[in-house]
């Protein structure tokens, strides 16, 4: 809520950071680095991961307290204990982790501590339909306010989150990478309501990755590098901007897809295959090639993925590796199918890694039969396994003792990707592996990908990001209901083509 | 609202806001179901061997006996939503129930006022578990172990041997042999529950079992809802013990010890998580009721009692796979 407090200085910025510094261990988040953004303006806040970006928001919001420096909120310096005591001066937080709480209703999440009460008590029967009414001044009509948070879908929490802080009416706004699990379309509303907001006087922050849609919104631009501010522009090209973000030219974000060699064998197939009972989908990935699968977000991607995973197994569809028929129930049977199957997923936190324990376990956990004695694991082997892993990689982590939920979110991946090499895996299900990852560590990524390829491994490629594909595969489908609407190779590939097959019958339908 | 934005995402089409309430109370109305069922096994048990239903004697002995275990239980749930667990219930019924024994005498205002201060002295020995997991961010399974023992060696201290005597009134008055008019005080905690559902402590208490962290950053207190759910658990033991003395008229320092457990058992087989976050008091009554049918129908099937917890255990598994089973089908089902 706004407070009544003294008229905003003019001249002073409505949020801005002074020197602020941070560490967190022995890492400093934080050095000296200052920010401030205007009343009725919307400032992307980028850089790499690691830079700093969200520190600073997590300061700003009120979620952590600087070792040094000050935060002030119209020139007043201000010290907050908490994102709530931030909220009530009127800072809105969005931060990275959500807070949905997910036994809570849809509505209850959106109402908390602002819930129709009478005598001081909930009005349970009150809170579905004023969430209801809520949501619709927002322009959301398709999400339940009776359902759970843990039955929506991610984006749709993420929509929550965001149509909660909002419905506030923050003067200051802090989104910290709002769209990276929203598609096209949600983006598009994100964007209205910091329009809205902007023409009502609200300072909007926010952090991304994706470069259009920053150059789409933001006013002006911070540049972040190593725990402190680059420099503010206003118009920059994203050359310029890799360039300082790095600290060095990358010359070219894509590195060049060498192609398939000829008379590669299939190493994937999937015949009468389905990911929802009735649409028909087939495909085969031959070794060496990177096949990506494109369209808009909910039309079986996810469902293609963890099927050939095995978790859970596809409705319909025989899959073949190597040319030999394999029965894929759960995902031990695809690890260890003929060539090996392995599942790079989106949601590494809760599908892949075991955040808490070190690298070397992450690495080695699925070839521990192999790599023990008598049921006792060999150390030695075990040890020289990582640290080669490690440096192939290019994981950056102090050891390989180090728990993994301490490294970055590309190093996490890379972690993810090295434990499918320690196995063995020649297919490899590769899920927006580079969603909220720092520009550096996904062009590692690429170059990763490129290597693997050429090695004779197989990939199945989706991502998010359009460009990503154009620029990557030898092949991209791009999928709608299920079925494979368009299929694109070279000379035809590129993000338009992919992005009109997505949506070309979508309207009409 | 400029109109022109675009709705993010299509509407699916909508449960009915029956099918929700069904679908997130799934845990409530399948104790209530199980609750119905092992009834009617009883009844018709007592049928086929007594020729007649289980009449007003039996109701109230029932409800009488069962009195103690739901209180308990009902505390325990306001603790296990907080994604926390309480193993001092046994030690602070023992506490309580023994000092109920040496000081409920003379005259109704001083019983009451005697009854007030054991249910303070219960809060008061929540407050202690409270602080000690809040402020000391300790795990509650360690500290309420440790408390446990500590508040069954005050309650030895107090009455070293069973003993005491709780005056005709104040049994009539908690569990009156006349009719199950202790209904009426379940009744009344249902209706308690309830109003804590709605309040701002019922929210927060919900919100940390949810998510600790998250509920801190949407401005919940969480030390203070932890202190304040521990402590309420503990004047609901302490009313627990105060019944346990009223229905066998007189106190021990040792009556409260299986509490501990079957309080755990009732909060499972009333549908509460045990992860926090998601549950309800009328479960747990019903859990609590489930126990003891289960061992009254145990009587009736003449089943050697040194065999008793083996048959007891039998049927807390089969109930907990059957609910989760259950539970994930409703779920499961959209």
């Not at chain 1, 009005?123 to 927002?138: H, K, N, T």
């Not at chain 1, 909660?164 to 910290?176: A, E, F, K, Q, Y």
């Not at chain 2, 000690?132 to 300790?138: D, I, K, N």
Request: glycine residues 10%.
């Amino acid at each position: 809520m706004s407070s009544a407090a003294a008229e905003p200085d003019k001249a002073s910025p409505a949020i801005a950071a002074s020197s602020v510094s941070k560490a967190f261990g022995g890492v400093q988040a934080l050095h000296a680095a200052s920010f401030a953004a205007q009343a009725g303006e919307v400032h992307a806040l980028v850089g790499e991961n690691g830079a700093g970006k969200s520190t600073l928001i997590k300061v700003l919001g009120g979620r952590i307290a600087p070792d040094s420096g000050g935060v002030a909120l119209d020139g007043r310096p201000v010290r907050f204990a908490s994102p709530a005591d931030a909220a009530r001066s009127g800072i809105g937080t969005v931060f990275q982790e959500l807070t949905l709480l997910p036994w809570l209703t849809v509505a209850e999440n959106l109402l908390i501590g602002h819930e129709p009460r009478r005598f001081g008590l909930v009005r349970r029967a009150a809170l579905a339909p004023q969430a209801e009414q809520v949501l619709a001044g927002l322009g959301i009509h398709h999400i339940d306010p009776r359902a759970l948070a843990a039955d929506v879908s991610l984006a749709e929490r993420q929509i929550i989150e965001i149509a909660r802080v909002i419905t506030r009416h923050p003067r200051v706004l802090l989104l910290d990478e709002p769209t990276s699990s929203l598609v096209e379309r949600e983006v598009e509303w994100l964007f209205a309501r910091i329009r809205d907001l902007r023409a009502k006087g609200t300072a909007v922050v926010f952090t991304s990755h994706r470069w259009n849609e920053i150059t789409s919104i933001a006013d002006r631009i911070t540049i972040f590098r190593n725990g402190a501010e680059v420099g503010t522009f206003t118009g920059i090209d994203e050359d310029e901007a890799i360039t300082l973000m790095t600290g060095q030219r990358v010359e070219t974000m894509y590195p060049p897809v060498p192609p398939v060699p000829a008379g590669a064998e299939p190493a994937l197939e999937l015949v009468e295959g389905s990911v929802n009972g009735t649409a028909q989908l087939a495909f085969t990935l031959s070794a060496g090639e990177i096949l990506g699968i494109g369209g808009l977000a909910g039309q079986g991607h996810r469902e293609l993925f963890s099927g050939l995973f095995g978790a859970p197994p596809l409705p319909r569809g025989r899959i073949k590796v190597d040319g030999k028929q394999v029965h894929i129930r759960r995902p031990s049977d695809a690890i260890h199918a003929s060539l090996g199957i392995a599942l790079v997923p989106e949601d590494r936190k809760s599908e892949g890694l075991l955040l808490p324990l070190p690298v070397r376990d992450n690495l080695t956990l699925p070839i521990l039969s192999s790599l023990s004695r008598f049921g006792v694991i060999r150390g030695a082997v075990e040890r020289r396994m990582c640290r080669d892993m490690i440096a192939r990689l290019a994981i950056r982590t102090p050891n390989a003792a180090q728990p993994v939920g301490a490294l970055s979110g590309g190093n996490q991946q890379k972690v993810l990707v090295g434990r499918w090499l320690l196995a063995e895996s020649r297919v490899l299900l590769l899920y927006d592996v580079t969603r909220g990852v720092d520009v550096a560590t996904k062009h590692e990524i690429y170059e990763l990908m490129l290597r693997l390829a050429g090695e004779g491994r197989a990939i199945l490629f989706y991502s998010s990001d359009t460009e990503e594909l154009a620029h990557l595969c030898h092949r991209v489908l791009v999928l709608r209901g299920g079925r494979i609407a368009a299929e694109l190779a070279a000379p035809a590939l590129n993000a338009e083509a992919i992005v009109t097959a997505s949506v070309r019958e979508a309207h009409a339908a | 609202m400029p109109r022109e934005a675009t709705s993010p995402g299509q509407a699916a089409p909508r449960r009915s806001a029956m099918v929700h309430i069904i679908g997130q109370n799934v845990g409530v109305i399948l104790a209530a179901i199980v609750l119905l069922v092992s009834i009617a096994a009883f009844c018709g048990m007592f049928l086929l061997q007594q020729d007649r239903l289980p009449g007003n004697f039996e109701v109230t002995s029932t409800v009488n006996n069962t009195m103690p275990l739901a209180l308990a239980a009902i505390g325990q749930t306001v603790v296990v939503l907080t994604r926390g667990i309480d193993l001092s219930v046994g030690g602070v019924i023992d506490l309580t129930n023994a000092l109920a024994a040496i000081w409920l005498t003379g005259s109704t205002l001083h019983m009451l006022g005697v009854s007030l201060l054991i249910v303070l002295i219960g809060a008061a020995a929540g407050l202690l578990n409270g602080l000690v997991v809040g402020l000391g961010r300790l795990q509650p399974i360690v500290v309420t172990l440790a408390t446990l023992s500590i508040f069954q060696g005050l309650a030895i201290r107090v009455l070293p041997q069973p003993g005491g005597e709780v005056p005709p009134s104040y049994t009539d008055f908690l569990v009156s042999t006349n009719g199950p008019t202790a209904l009426l005080f379940l009744l009344a905690a249902a209706i308690g529950w309830m109003v804590l559902r709605r309040s701002r402590l019922g929210v927060n208490i919900f919100a940390i079992g949810n998510d600790e962290q998250s509920a801190i950053a949407l401005g919940v207190n969480a030390m203070r809802t932890k202190i304040l759910a521990y402590m309420l658990g503990g004047a609901l033991y302490a009313i627990a013990g105060l019944f346990l003395a009223a229905n066998a008229t007189a106190g021990d320092a040792t009556t409260g010890d299986g509490y501990t457990l079957t309080s755990i058992v009732a909060v499972v087989l009333g549908g509460v998580n045990l992860f926090g976050g998601r549950g309800s008091a009328v479960g747990a009554i019903c859990g609590a009721f489930i126990t003891t049918m289960i061992v009254n129908i145990l009587f009736f099937a003449h089943i050697n009692p040194l065999y008793q917890s083996f048959y007891e255990g039998l049927f807390l598994v089969i109930a907990v796979v059957l609910g989760a089973l259950i539970g994930r089908l409703v779920r499961g089902s959209r």
